[in-house]
């Protein structure tokens, strides 16, 4: 796991970023809890999105992943915006996990009918945002496009989670 602050957004009052790294999985996303506390927000959990086994026959995606990001912030008038990374592909149309020359292609989604990329707002994707007042959660719909002939093994991306607060 990897976190920095990055102190260089002048022009935004009291505003800071906490990136964190993260690895993906193909049979489990793993989003490691970790308390990366900044002015008025931190985030406080992570739970996996678990894609289970990818049937390299269906002609239905796998839609078995879903985490969660949930960011604690305090003071009532704290807003922020979470986006995600794209990851190995740099495009949000279709992320890539990676195993070896092997590639299995996936995305991440805001909601659970799997219609909005979860992204930085370029190419088509969107980004969640929330006032702090408390604990916000917020789910992480994954899915693996069917029809992939990919070989047994462990795929990997990384996946840069940032808050602007």
């Not at 935004?12 to 964190?20: K, S, W």
């Not at 049937?55 to 008038?77: E, H, K, Q, Y």
């Not at 949000?92 to 990329?117: D, K």
């Amino acid at each position: 796991m990897k976190y920095s602050i990055d102190r260089s957004q002048a022009s935004m009052p009291r505003a800071e970023r906490c990136i964190l790294a993260r690895t993906v999985l193909p049979f489990l996303i793993l989003f490691i809890q970790t308390d990366c506390v900044l002015a008025n927000c931190a985030f406080t959990s992570m739970t996996g999105v678990s894609f289970g086994i990818y049937d390299v026959f269906s002609a239905l995606p796998n839609n078995n992943g879903v985490g969660s990001i949930t960011v604690n912030c305090r003071g009532g008038t704290s807003s922020f915006v979470m986006s995600l990374s794209s990851g190995l592909s740099n495009s949000y149309a279709s992320r890539t996990m990676m195993n070896g020359a092997n590639s299995l292609n996936y995305n991440l989604y805001t909601n659970a009918g799997r219609t909005l990329v979860w992204g930085d707002g370029s190419g088509g994707s969107v980004t969640l945002s929330g006032l702090g007042n408390g604990k916000t959660t917020l789910n992480v719909f994954g899915q693996i496009f069917p029809g992939q002939n990919a070989k047994v093994g462990f795929y990997t991306d990384n996946i840069v989670v940032t808050v602007n607060f």
